[in-house]
């Protein structure tokens, strides 16, 4: 959303908004939904959705044979290694910088600075996101005016990482330094340090005030919430929230490798979840046209959204523009905790006006979200800590949302897993949880009188984006979830342990995401035919270690009607595979499996139409199935490589069997999840013992069991890190603490709690054979039932993440003063 876009308020009503529908709303988001006759299909009746095949690369992974960005640099003996030189100080000025002694290092190609004639000078973002990017231009690729410690001031190439590194110390800076703020409470203050003049920025984002530090401000509302609040039948509570910095923890860090071809176009093999929105990025700040820019991405070794973003690229490519050599950059692992992304820390309140028996006439969150020193994703994340959390109680008739986005002079942040959902979930779901003890209410029921089921319109999602973001609920397994949730964990049947010192309780959780970004994503495929029968599959989504191209080729064997081993996949290179937006929002699955679907379709067509001359039978009486077409009349048949030769090398016609295929959608239906985890508290010393974690999602129709499993297992993972770590933390002169995974304190699998992942089908009419997503909604659910289940078990309430044995042994002290 840019500076000029209104955002919707929502409208306001002195009454309950009422469910009652005009004709024009129910025309425009209509219960049943026009898909093929081929994508609701029977468990029985699938040969390749719902399969368990093997993981396109688990065998390289498992011999060594994959190879990610770095594995590329041998193919480039000229190749020379960057190094960047990032800001010692949180706040100031570069007053001089002497490069002296660095250029006359031998081995060194070249030293950069903001001046140099290949950096541009223009301001961008490093969002990977739409055009024209929800997020302010205010970064430089390499800056004179630092923000924070690790902001790029200067970079250098040679002939190895050893030489880079001391041509690097060899650079001598002098600072002008400024006062700085770190905390968003002082930097939203009249009298905090400036970090950003109005003319620093371009691009600037709805609801900014710089003379604040604010990025941004956004708001929406359905109903009047002061209203509820002012009746004399309502309980209003209150709670307050916090969440870390938590770090992406890839295990492949950021890298890029830049060259110039033979065709004098720039080249870069990058780890990155966004190949296009980086082209058109680096375009945009290079001055150089779309069409001479080529991005390949390799196998990446995770992204969790920090490598949706352009974090690197545009300093190996000034670079090799300027020594005309192969350049790599390759990220330290301290560079991965301080000068990278993370997710945003927040501080959330929540506040509700609930009756006596259990009616929630009002919910509100607001957050505060700390936005590092650049704005890259900052509003739109915020947006999430209500658009997502809030729309899952959609009976609910007031709903108020508000959030400011701060900057500080901390490390910036970025997308992340859940992106923003994660805040929010933790605050509405642990403030519910409240309300109910409060009023000695079933947690679960009190959830279920108002979450989402089919049929609803979703009017609370329309609320944060704006007129048509509305959204039909077509599919929702919610009290499936729950039901097998709870009978997992045994939610019914909790025996204490024996000794009095130990108590034992269980949290519950719930949470609903998106399936991409609802009018603003797009996915595109091809399909070719060999002579052989076989499948070239053209794809421009990214694989980021999901199993995306798995998923796709699944999808396409299923339309085809073939074996999986006959497809190959050749995914996200702006030069050879169609256009896509990227891997971010949960839409991998659902907007370039759709397209994929429609390219398959596409061809499928055309070898029914072939196998009809073939076998002088109409195309009506022919199915697909194993590799053949047959005839259900007269049980003729032919195979696809018959067809594949006869359409190539025919007598009279000729045609190179295609299939094409472009997907963009309003919708963005919801995934669910219900989460349980068990706990056990020593109520001497604070310490928990979590014995469990249940997560039942509801992600459609799983095109691949095993791949969803083991995306909501990791994403489970992930929110149990954000529950019990530290995250990365500053100290008070704006250094990160962390430099390694040991400082980080990265939980190992041997010390996480058991995850139990349950999956609970239903069929969403507007995903590929039934599918939605899975990979964010369970990251969210962890933080909330771990801190309503320490609650359960002890009676108190840990509100500021990590829960740590020290904050529970401060509040049962607390309470017995």
């Not at 605050?427 to 109910?436: P, Q, R």
Request: hydrophobic share 35%.
């Amino acid at each position: 959303m840019s500076e000029d876009e209104p955002v919707s308020d929502g409208g306001t009503a002195s009454e309950p908004v009422p469910k009652t529908e005009t004709v024009e709303t129910e025309e425009e988001h209509p219960l049943e939904w026009d898909e093929p006759d081929n994508n609701d299909l029977a468990p029985e009746e699938r040969s390749s959705v719902s399969k368990r095949p093997e993981k396109q690369d688990d065998r390289k992974l498992v011999t060594g044979d994959a190879t990610f960005t770095a594995d590329q640099a041998r193919r480039f003996p000229q190749l020379v290694h960057a190094k960047v030189l990032r800001s010692e100080i949180p706040n100031g000025r570069v007053v001089d910088i002497d490069t002296t002694d660095a250029e006359a290092m031998d081995g060194v190609h070249a030293v950069l600075t903001p001046d140099s004639p290949t950096v541009p000078d223009g301001k961008y973002t490093s969002a990977g996101q739409s055009y024209p990017e929800p997020s302010p231009w205010d970064m430089q690729v390499l800056t004179d005016r630092v923000r924070y410690v690790g902001d790029p001031i200067a970079a250098v190439a040679a002939e190895d990482t050893e030489t880079a590194a001391a041509a690097v110390e060899a650079i001598d800076v002098d600072y002008e330094e400024y006062d700085y703020v770190l905390d968003p409470e002082v930097a939203f203050s009249e009298d905090a340090p400036q970090l950003f003049g109005d003319d620093d920025v371009e691009n600037k984002i709805v609801g900014h005030d710089y003379s604040r530090n604010r990025m941004s401000h956004i708001e929406g509302r359905l109903g009047d919430v002061e209203e509820a609040y002012d009746r004399e039948d309502v309980h209003v509570h209150e709670t307050s929230w916090e969440t870390i910095r938590q770090s992406h923890a890839n295990v492949e860090p950021h890298t890029t490798i830049a060259y110039t071809d033979e065709d004098d176009r720039q080249v870069l093999i990058t780890s990155t979840q966004v190949p296009n929105h980086t082209r058109r990025q680096l375009a945009h700040l290079f001055d150089i046209p779309i069409r001479d820019i080529r991005v390949k991405k390799p196998r990446v070794g995770g992204g969790f959204g920090g490598k949706q973003a352009m974090v690197v690229e545009p300093i190996p490519l000034a670079l090799t523009l300027a020594t005309d050599r192969p350049v790599m950059y390759e990220a330290t692992r301290e560079e991965e905790f301080y000068a990278m992304r993370s997710r945003h820390p927040m501080q959330v309140r929540a506040r509700s006006a609930v009756t006596e028996d259990g009616t929630i006439e009002a919910l509100e969150l607001y957050a505060l979200s700390n936005t590092g020193a650049y704005g890259s994703h900052g509003m739109t994340v915020a947006g999430n800590v209500g658009a997502k959390p809030l729309p899952l109680y959609s009976k609910v008739p007031r709903i108020h949302f508000e959030a400011d986005i701060v900057h500080t002079n901390v490390p910036q942040t970025g997308a992340m897993r859940g992106y923003g959902a994660p805040q929010g979930t933790l605050a509405l779901e642990g403030h519910l949880d409240e309300v109910a003890r409060d009023l000695d209410l079933d947690p679960i029921e009190i959830r279920q009188d108002h979450y989402m089921e089919i049929g609803d319109l979703d009017e609370i999602a329309g609320m944060m984006g704006g007129e048509g973001a509305e959204r039909r609920i077509r599919s929702c397994g919610l009290d499936e979830c729950v039901k097998r949730g709870k009978e997992a964990i045994g939610w019914d049947d909790i025996d204490q342990p024996e000794a009095d010192h130990l108590h034992r309780g269980i949290g519950v959780a719930l949470s609903a995401q998106g399936t991409g970004v609802a009018g603003d994503e797009l996915g595109a495929a091809q399909i070719m035919m060999n002579e052989d029968g076989s499948f070239h599959l053209q794809v421009g989504g990214v694989d980021i270690g999901t199993g995306a191209d798995t998923a796709f080729v699944q999808i396409a064997a299923e339309e085809l009607g073939c074996d999986e081993r006959a497809i190959i996949p050749k995914t996200s290179d702006t030069d050879n595979t169609p256009f896509d937006y990227g891997a971010y929002a949960s839409s991998t699955t659902y907007i370039s499996g759709r397209a994929v679907k429609k390219a398959a379709s596409d061809a499928r067509d055309r070898i029914l139409e072939w196998a009809s001359r073939m076998l002088e039978e109409p195309v009506d009486a022919l199915e697909t199935e194993s590799g053949e077409v047959y005839s259900t009349v007269s049980g003729d048949s032919v195979t696809f490589e018959e067809i594949g030769y006869e359409s190539v090398y025919g007598d009279e016609t000729r045609e190179h069997i295609l299939g094409k295929g472009s997907f963009s959608t309003e919708e963005s239906p919801p995934p669910f999840a219900a989460q349980f985890a068990d706990v056990t508290v020593d109520e001497r010393t604070g310490e928990f013992e979590v014995n469990k974690l249940v997560v039942a999602v509801d992600c459609g129709v799983a095109i691949n069991p095993g791949m969803a499993e083991g995306q909501i297992e990791g994403a489970n993972h992930m929110g149990y890190e954000m529950a019990v770590t530290e995250g990365i933390t500053v100290d008070e002169d704006g250094h990160v603490e962390v430099e390694s995974y040991d400082d980080y304190g990265f939980r190992t699998a041997s010390e996480s709690p058991p995850i139990e992942s349950i999956l609970v089908e239903t069929h969403e009419p507007t995903g590929p054979f039934g599918a939605k997503s899975v990979a964010e909604v369970p990251t969210n659910t962890v933080p909330p039932a771990l801190s309503n289940a320490i609650r359960e078990a002890v009676g108190v309430r840990i509100t500021e993440m990590p829960i740590t044995a020290e904050k529970i042994r401060t509040k049962l002290d607390d309470t017995t003063t």
